[in-house]
């Protein structure tokens, strides 16, 4: 397992804008699959986005065209750049990598690919 620190989260209105990040520890982190997921209040966690080692990316249907995820591998950290914020984004946005395994585009939305979890960040949208 690696370590997952994420930043960037906050109070913004509707429409706004934020850029989360994600610092991984580990000398391998180029070879990560990175997500993000999110989880409301009395809501089961959920995904958001994911980056392969590859730079490939997958989006939920929710965030998709107002959230951009990156990687910078020489920074060992990952970006969710989220646009057009809706209160209904509220929630806290965790990190999360497989680090091992193999995997497919198809399942990196499953939670349980993720073998290594950040402690998250709030993000709450007012209207």
């Known amino acids: 397992q690696v370590q997952l620190v994420e930043s960037g989260g906050g109070l913004v209105q509707a429409g706004g804008s934020l850029r989360l990040s994600c610092a991984a520890s580990?000398?391998?982190?180029?070879?990560?699959?990175m997500g993000w997921f999110r989880q409301a209040p009395g809501k089961e966690r959920e995904f958001v986005a994911a980056?392969?080692?590859?730079?490939?990316?997958v989006y939920s249907d929710s965030v998709k065209g107002r959230f951009t995820i990156s990687r910078d591998n020489a920074k060992n950290t990952v970006y969710l750049q989220v646009n057009s914020l809706k209160p209904g984004d509220t929630a806290v946005y965790y990190c999360?990598?497989?680090?091992?395994?193999?995997?497919?585009?198809?399942?990196?939305?499953?939670?349980?690919?993720?073998?290594?979890w950040g402690q998250g960040t709030q993000v709450t949208v007012s209207s």
């Open positions: 999360a990598a497989v680090t091992a395994g193999r995997y497919t585009i198809a399942t990196l939305p499953a939670i349980n690919e993720y073998d290594s």
């Open positions: 580990g000398r391998t982190f180029s070879s990560y699959v």
């Open positions: 980056i392969t080692w590859d730079y490939r990316t």
